[in-house]
C-alpha cells in the first residue's frame, strides 16, 4: 500500500523560509515523479515543482522559479520542497503526489496518484 506524507508546514513571516517534506513508502518509485501542488482557499490546486527519483531535471511553476527547490533523498525515499523568500500569496495547503506514468513528470493533477493529506503553509505580510 503506498503511503504519501507531508510534513514541514506552519507560519512564517513574508521574505522567510520553510521546508517540506515528503516521505513515500509501499513500493519502489524510481522512474515516477513526484510533484508539489497547492491549493489556496477558493482556487483550483495548482502545481508548484516536480521531479522523477531517478534523473536531475527538476520542474518549477513560473511562480515559484527561484524562489523554490525541489531535491530528494532517495535513502530515506523523502523529497523536499525547500521554499524561499516566501510571499503570502504562497500561502496555501501544500500536496505531494507520486506520478501515474513511468519516467512522466507531469504538471497538471490527473497525472499523479496517490497523494498526501496535506501540509498548511501560512505567509504572513
Known amino acids: 500500500q503506498v503511503q504519501v506524507v507531508e510534513s514541514g508546514g506552519g507560519l512564517v513571516q513574508a521574505g522567510g523560509s520553510l521546508r517540506l517534506s515528503c516521505a513515500a513508502s509501499?513500493?519502489?518509485?524510481?522512474?515516477?515523479?513526484m510533484g508539489w501542488f497547492r491549493q489556496a482557499p477558493g482556487k483550483e490546486r495548482e502545481f508548484v515543482a516536480a521531479?522523477?527519483?531517478?534523473?536531475?531535471?527538476?520542474y518549477y511553476a513560473e511562480s515559484v522559479k527561484g524562489r523554490f527547490t525541489i531535491s530528494r533523498d532517495n535513502a530515506k525515499n523523502t523529497v523536499y520542497l525547500q521554499m524561499n523568500s516566501l510571499k503570502p500569496e504562497d500561502t496555501a495547503v501544500y500536496y505531494c503526489?507520486?506520478?501515474?506514468?513511468?519516467?512522466?513528470?507531469?504538471?497538471?493533477?490527473?497525472?499523479?496518484?496517490?497523494w498526501g493529506q496535506g501540509t498548511q503553509v501560512t505567509v504572513s505580510s
Open positions: 521531479m522523477r527519483w531517478s534523473g536531475v531535471s527538476t
Open positions: 503526489a507520486v506520478g501515474k506514468e513511468y519516467l512522466v513528470v507531469g504538471t497538471t493533477r490527473d497525472q499523479y496518484d496517490y
Open positions: 509501499g513500493r519502489t518509485f524510481n522512474g515516477y515523479a
